[in-house]
């Protein structure tokens, strides 16, 4: 099973899809029939998480972070830090060197939302997630 959490992104607007499956090819692939979006990945090889961005069928902005349960911390901050750019990228916000402190924010936003995900789906706490079956 996948299981996927929806999240608002405040603040940037769009939406943030937490996909917790053992295998990131297979979550994708499912993602696809579900969405009907191409999730365009080099090699679908060897991942053990991955970022990925597109507009929704209403032209929302939507990021997915595919991650596996047993995710490292360091995987999660890596594919956080992606989506991050990639928000600020759409929103037309440009990364600052000297002033970094709505980035930094924004990350520790979205890795404590990771986490939390990961926590209650390994609790088997996933009422507010949305469960899809092979």
């Not at 499912?30 to 009907?36: A, G, M, Q, R, Y």
Request: charged share 30%; hydrophobic share 35%; with cysteine.
């Amino acid at each position: 099973m996948m299981y996927i959490k929806k999240v608002r992104i405040p603040t940037y607007g769009g939406r943030l899809w937490i996909i917790i499956n053992p295998s990131i090819k297979h979550a994708i692939d499912k993602l696809e029939d579900v969405t009907s979006e191409s999730i365009h990945m080099k090699d679908q090889r060897g991942y053990e998480a991955y970022a990925y961005s597109g507009l929704d069928e209403k032209q929302r902005h939507r990021v997915m972070l595919f991650l596996k349960p047993n995710a490292k911390p360091g995987e999660i901050a890596h594919e956080c830090k992606h989506a991050v750019n990639v928000v600020f990228s759409y929103r037309g916000v440009r990364l600052s060197l000297t002033n970094d402190e709505p980035e930094c924010y924004f990350l520790d936003w979205m890795v404590t939302t990771v986490h939390k995900a990961i926590d209650a789906y390994k609790k088997g706490c996933i009422q507010k997630m949305e469960v899809i079956r092979d």
